[in-house]
C-alpha cells in the first residue's frame, strides 16, 4: 500500500510532466485525470506512449483513473440517451487505460440536480444501479474495476451522498464494481468519517483524501482545514482496504502545485505509511 497522487493537482502541465513533479515529491503511484491536458480519452488519436514511458522510466504505478463527469454523460439521468453517454465516455476510457495499467477507474455515479426531493432522488435509484451493471459489464473484459464515489449533497436530496447509500446501491453486483470514499465530500456533508469508512464495508476499493472548511468542496491539502483526521484514520486501518490512499488536493488559482504537495507531504508524514488489518 502506498500514497497515490491524484494528476488533477497538475492542471497547468501535461500528462508525462505532472507524473514528473509527482515522482520527484517521492511518490509512486498516481491516479489520472481524464481529460486535457492530461488523458484525453475523447480524442481517438490520444497516444499514451509518452506518459507509459514516463510512468516505467520514474517507477511509478498509474494505479487509477478518475472518470469525466457532467450532466451531459450523467449516469443517473431520468433520459436513457444521457445514461448512454456516460457509459460511452467510460467505454472510451478503457483501452488507454488498460496499456497505462490502470487497475481502477473512480467514478461519479450521478449528478444531482439542484432543488433535488426524496422522491426524484429515490426514483434514480434504479437507473444509477443500472448504469452501475453495464459500467462493470463494459470494464470487465479490460480487467478493470470501477469505484463509483460519494457525492456532494449542499442541501439536495441525494441519493449517493453517504457510503451506506452508496453500499445499498452496490448490494449484490459484480466484485469488479466498488466503492470509492472521499473525505471531503463526507466532511462537506457533514458526515461522520469513521462512519463512513465503517459504512463502505468490504465494497471499499478506492480513497480520496482531502480537506475543506466543513461548507464548500475545496480540495486543500490534509493539513489546511477542520477534518480530525485521528478517527477516519484509526476506522481505515481497521478495514481490510488493501488500495492505494490517493491524494487528491487541487492548486486552485494562483497556487502552486509543487508547494501544496509539499504541504500534503508534511501532514502525512504525521500519520505513517498506509496500512490496513491485513497488512504484514
Ligand atoms: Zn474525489
Known sequence: ??????????????????????????????????????????????????????????????TSCHAPFGPHMNLGSPDPSVRAAGIDSLRSLLEPCAKLGVETIVVHPNVAPQGQTDEQAEATKPLIRDSMVKAGDVARPFGLRLAFENMLSAGRSQPCGAMAQLH??????????????????????????????????DRLIA?????????VDRHWPPGRGKIAWTPFLEALRETRFEGAWT?????????????????????????????GADSP
Do not use: Q
Open 1 to 62: 500500500m502506498n500514497y497515490s497522487v491524484a494528476t488533477s493537482l497538475f492542471m497547468r502541465y501535461d500528462l508525462p510532466t505532472a507524473i514528473e513533479r509527482i515522482a520527484d515529491a517521492g511518490f509512486v503511484e498516481v491516479e489520472l485525470w481524464t481529460r486535457a491536458p492530461h488523458l484525453d480519452a475523447t480524442d481517438p488519436h490520444y497516444d499514451v506512449g509518452p506518459a507509459l514511458r514516463t510512468l516505467v522510466e520514474r517507477g511509478v504505478k498509474a
Open 168 to 201: 445499498e446501491l452496490v448490494d449484490g453486483l459484480a466484485d469488479n464494481v466498488g466503492l470509492c470514499f472521499d473525505t471531503g465530500h463526507a466532511f462537506a456533508n457533514g458526515l461522520d468519517l469513521a462512519s463512513e469508512v465503517r459504512d463502505s464495508g
Open 207 to 215: 480513497l480520496h483524501v482531502h480537506n475543506n472548511d466543513g461548507e
Open 247 to 275: 491524494l487528491e488536493s487541487m492548486a486552485r488559482g494562483d497556487e502552486d502545485p509543487i508547494v501544496n504537495l509539499e504541504k500534503t507531504k508534511a501532514a502525512i508524514s504525521a500519520w505513517g505509511p498506509p496500512a
